[in-house]
């Protein structure tokens, strides 16, 4: 057995995100987004699920934050819903929304936990997506204007600011793939789309800045690890066009202010392009105080043509996978972030989202056994610490996620939380993920 110890700054917190969770759609003076109207279309969403109750955190938030500080975290990710704060997207500000944020901010801070606030994870207005939603300039100078009243009303009590959740997820899987809200299937569209996110985070940044809000401001994005299964440079060009679509193509604009050339080339074969207006590439790589990343699971593959978009065909190699599908393979967790710290140099790495999918219930002693989850963290934390020890700038870990909540396409059917929501009657039960977490923080490490 050893022991791993992290350094005594680290960052333990959890992660949520206001659709997921908050409920209460059609309250507090709160607009609609593009999920309610998605989640109402069928056959969008697993059993027809929608976010109108969720776990009813709107309600719940003190209950939900009494379950953090029990829980030992230093930190608390969830997000802001754009359409509680301007129901039309612009225009008029709801003080309501404003007050419920200041509240569970207050709350947080009141028990010791810093409040990480993403800006965007998801609920665009349904009102600009009827105006063209994240395909048309216009919807950068409104959430500009959403950010700028969300930083006046909460800059200094909030020292952690994230623009965007996974702009991959926003673009691509909503707007190629058609799996998430709008849920379009048009390369030239989510090409369009990424590239508005990514100057719309350059230009939050840049207000961030000129208003001289204290605190700090970074952007999230997910990686997937896929490496070549063997090492013919046809598997190693496929491998690298698949992890780069994921992973360089929003971090290289972001870090590096430029777009991989390999990528931009594959994307023209194919009717594609970024649109790029004279100014936006200095304006997306604006220095930033960290870089949020997202992880899950990684694969192997190989090349095969017309297969899939990049010619590349996953290999299976025997991996346990988690109830959503995905593989469980740490390793690729340490690979990814040295990755990162290889190609992108020193800038701070906050893992804003790590954590598995497993769907166990209560057992007849009414606790819930979740040891699959615990051995995901087990093995991921281990991977972080190894990052650490190898000189990776890792300074903080939130898992995914605090409570069992609306999965997107998913719907409910997919738990992801270390706290058990019962969706009758909306109580909270912590798992034994909860436990082991806990302990991790208090000890700020663990036995392997
Ligand atoms: O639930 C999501 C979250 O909203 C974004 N990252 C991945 C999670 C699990 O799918």
Redesign the pocket.
């Given at each position: 057995m050893a022991r791993l110890d992290f350094p005594k700054d680290f960052v333990w917190g959890t992660a949520t995100?206001s659709y997921?969770i908050e409920g209460a759609a059609n309250e507090g003076g709160r607009g609609p987004s593009i999920w309610d109207t998605f989640s109402r279309t069928p056959g969008k969403v697993v059993n027809g699920d929608t976010g109108d109750v969720a776990c009813d955190s709107y309600h719940r938030y003190e209950e939900d934050i009494a379950l953090l500080k029990k829980l030992g975290v230093k930190a608390y990710r969830f997000s802001i819903a754009w359409p509680r704060i301007l129901p039309q997207g612009t225009g008029e500000v709801n003080q309501e929304g404003l007050d419920y944020y200041g509240r569970v901010i207050d709350k947080l801070i009141e028990a010791g936990i810093e409040p990480c606030v993403t800006l965007y994870?998801w609920d665009l207005p349904q009102a600009l997506q009827d105006q063209g939603g994240w395909g048309v300039r216009s919807t950068i100078d409104a959430f500009v204007r959403y950010a700028e009243i969300v930083f006046q009303a909460f800059g200094g009590k909030v020292k952690q600011w994230i623009t965007f959740?996974?702009t991959w997820?926003i673009s691509f899987l909503s707007n190629y793939l058609g799996i998430h809200a709008p849920g379009h299937r048009d390369l030239q569209l989510a090409m369009t789309v990424a590239h508005h996110c990514l100057v719309a985070h350059g230009r939050t940044v840049r207000k961030f800045r000129e208003m001289g809000v204290k605190g700090e401001i970074g952007t999230t994005h997910?990686l997937a690890w896929c490496e070549p299964y063997t090492d013919s440079p046809e598997d190693v060009a496929a491998a690298q066009r698949t992890r780069g679509w994921n992973n360089e193509w929003f971090m290289d604009p972001t870090l590096k202010g430029t777009y991989p050339q390999f990528l931009v080339d594959w994307f023209k074969s194919k009717g594609a392009e970024a649109p790029i207006q004279p100014g936006d590439m200095e304006t997306i790589a604006q220095k930033i105080d960290f870089i949020g990343i997202?992880f899950?699971t990684g694969n192997y593959g190989r090349y095969r043509k017309d297969f899939g978009d990049f010619d590349y065909e996953e290999v299976q190699v025997g991996f346990d996978r988690t109830d959503i599908g995905w593989n469980v393979y740490p390793e690729s967790l340490f690979k990814a972030l040295k990755w990162v710290h290889d190609t992108y140099g020193e800038i701070p790495i906050y893992i804003t989202?790590n954590g598995a999918c497993y769907n166990d219930g209560p057992s007849p002693d009414g606790k819930i056994h979740d040891e699959k989850r615990i051995d995901y963290y087990r093995m991921h934390f281990t991977q972080c610490h190894r990052a650490i020890a190898s000189g990776v700038p890792l300074k903080g870990y939130f898992a995914?996620?605090l409570l069992d909540n609306f999965?997107?396409a998913e719907g409910y059917a997919m738990r992801?939380g270390i706290v058990y929501t019962n969706y009758e009657t909306l109580t909270r039960t912590p798992k034994d993920s909860y436990y082991f977490i806990q302990k991790v923080i208090a000890e700020s490490g663990l036995d392997v």
């Open positions: 995100a997921q994870h959740n996974e997820c997910n997202n899950y989202e995914w996620s999965e997107w992801f």
